[in-house]
């Protein structure tokens, strides 16, 4: 079997995960190639083939290679309506946002046509054939009398002559002129004056915007970019509405109100547990799902860097960064931001640089298999927060998984301070209303809920060395 991913998306976990499925075969072989892809040129380090093995090695073990990447690797017809309910049947496999592959020598494409190399006999240790930094080619295959420990040191050895092609963590650094004047830094953050009494289970949009139960959508087109799919629809009144569903619907709802509720600009966001779509080729009932409102007067108009701009040497944004450590968001792209132009002025601004799909949190961060975990509760709670404080009086998180570490590294105990005096300030009941307004379970959201605030406490009582 060979598996060409799409350069629009070729993404390291939805590979991991595809190596994970093909190890359970008898001679899997995986091609990637076409990696010529923005997200990946900008990731600090390219999936090595010792992460490839591991993944592999973890699925000749007996070991349940991580099955809930609904992008990753999916057989329709297999995992069934009940675990993946927005498949709807393809009956195909996917890596990603693959746009092809080819299976027992047939190439089968998925929306759009994507030159794959041909299959090749799957004898011999795993390999990697050198890819440059912007592109070129990966190759993973095993026989079936392949030994683990050689394979893996031979990996290792692999890993460190393709060492050219990792891409060196960029620094952090401000655009800013000038120190930011009020106007400027309201763009991102305007400190609130009602933490206490913000509505968290409206949110940001508030009750007017949110859809009521059973309410029908028009198609508009389906989305199966990124993590979780969806679809693009429109309501009764015009309103284009994003739709995603999986455990993210969950996580995110949660995640944008509480950045939200703390002063950092959100769009509205809803959990709606049962709603209908009308259109498309598979019309009827969906599962529940987020929803996010393209509302009029505001336009997005691009992305924003998490590692330079013009608000890095400001109190909020490194409180932002406290928040997402506190969260657990382990996903940092800056395909997860966006700027927003408004037609008035809301929350202090005319502009917003906002932080977006925050879906990636409440799990726990790793280096393998994948970057991390989502709406996971057992792993939520046994991730740690703060390790400690060093020699230099910056604070040191607990894992922090494979990307984006070098946001962290000078955080001091006041930053963590600023978030957690924020966040200490909400109510029990609007703890409880933003994990109800995401649909959870009283008693797996109180254990979230208690997570947090032991966090919180843990950052209230930091002290400098």
Known sequence: ?????????GRFRAVERAVARLGQAANPVVEIHDLENEDMSRSRRWPTPLDLALEHERARAGLDPDRSHPSGFVHAPQLGQAEHPGIEGEGCLRVGDAKSYVMDGQRRRLGHASEI???????G?????GAGKHGGSMTVGTGARVDPKRALAACLALAVLAAGCVAIPRKMRSTAKAPLTPAQMAELWVEPADIASRDLFHGPGGAALMPAPSTRFQFVKKDTKGFSWGWDVKDASGMDWAVKYGPEAHSEVVASRLIWAIGFHQPPTYFVERWIIEGGTVPGVKPPSRFRPDLPGRKRVGEWSWRRNQFVDTQ???????????LNNWDLLDRNTAIYELDREEE???RWFVVIDTGASFGRTRIVPDSGTRNDIEDFEQQGFIKGVDVDGYVRF????RFHRELFGTLTPADVKWTCERL???TSQ?????????????????????????KVAAGLALTSP
């Open 1 to 9: 079997m060979a598996v060409g991913v799409g350069e629009e998306d």
């Open 117 to 123: 190399m041909p299959d090749f006999p799957a004898r």
């Open 125 to 129: 240790p795993v390999m990697y054939k």
């Open 316 to 326: 909020p944004f490194r409180g932002l960064l406290v928040m997402m450590r506190i």
């Open 348 to 350: 202090g601004a005319r």
């Open 398 to 401: 607990d894992d922090l998984g």
């Open 424 to 426: 200490d300030r909400l």
């Open 430 to 454: 609007q703890w409880a209303d933003a994990f109800r307004a995401a649909g959870y379970e009283e008693a797996i959201a109180a254990r979230f809920i208690r997570r947090i605030r032991e």
